[in-house]
T-cell receptor, first 113, second 116 residues
Framework: GDSVTQMEGPVTLSEEAFLTINCTYT??????LFWYVQYPGEGLQLLLK?????DKGSNKGFEATYRKETTSFHLEKGSVQVSDSAVYFC????????????FGDGTTLTVKP | DVKVTQSSRYLVKRTGEKVFLECVQD?????MFWYRQDPGLGLRLIYF???????EKGDIPEGYSVSREKKERFSLILESASTNQTSMYLC???????????????FGPGTRLTVL
């Protein structure tokens, strides 16, 4: 079946460090790919998305590129801030799945001043 | 802005009680979802609804039922709560247009349920 594998956490970085959170997927078909973020005490919210191969999603300094050849959608940010501390979820959705998403297990990021 | 609200942020119930979790969205979305979130297990889909009175089982429906009598409201029901249902419950909605594959899901803040 469809699945999403994320880099295991937790990840701890110093402020202004470079961030990469790896995400790879397995899907029968051509999914749309998403990164959601969950700040402490809140629900998930969309961070960015890409709907076809080679698309780059970007938001708040975060970027991810849809790589069909490596079935990956790695999240990157050049300089993290303390306020980026959160749990990050990679997800995919397929047209054949009526809008249901498959989520990764989440990666907890802590940024220290 | 899309708003998804859940009836309670925190709930404490006793084993065997019937529990209702309510979710309301204000964007006329077709799709609504109930997930549970547990440490190390990510988000797991309990039930999904793609229209009023239409529902579909997710990955872990056992011990749960749902109701969608109006488009904006999706209820999760624990018929007889058990301690292994202690968890964070998240409701979400999405527009459901064009097959839904590019839809963003909008989440509520979650209900942390403890069953004693």
């Amino acid at each position: 079946g469809d699945s999403v594998t994320q880099m295991e956490g937790p990840v701890t970085l110093s402020e202004e460090a470079f961030l990469t959170i790896n995400c790879t997927y397995t899907a029968t078909g051509y999914p749309s790919l998403f990164w959601y973020v969950q700040y402490p005490g809140e629900g998930l919210q969309l961070l960015l998305k890409a709907t076809k191969a080679d698309d780059k999603g970007s938001n708040k300094g975060f970027e991810a590129t849809y790589r069909k050849e490596t079935t990956s959608f790695h999240l990157e940010k050049g300089s993290v801030q303390v306020s980026d501390s959160a749990v990050y979820f990679c997800a995919l959705t397929l047209t054949t799945n009526a809008g249901k998403s498959t989520f990764g297990d989440g990666t907890t990021l802590t940024v220290k001043p | 802005d899309v708003k998804v609200t859940q009836s309670s942020r925190y709930l404490v119930k006793r084993t065997g009680e019937k529990v209702f979790l309510e979710c309301v969205q204000d964007m006329d979305h077709e799709n609504m979802f109930w997930y549970r979130q547990d440490p190390g297990l990510g988000l797991r889909l309990i039930y999904f609804s793609y229209d009023v009175k239409m529902k579909e089982k997710g990955d872990i429906p056992e011990g749960y039922s749902v109701s969608r009598e109006k488009k904006e409201r999706f209820s999760l029901i624990l018929e007889s709560a058990s301690t292994n249902q202690t968890s964070m419950y998240l409701c979400a909605s999405s527009s459901g247009l064009a097959g839904g594959s590019t839809d963003t899901q909008y989440f509520g803040p979650g209900t942390r349920l403890t069953v004693l």
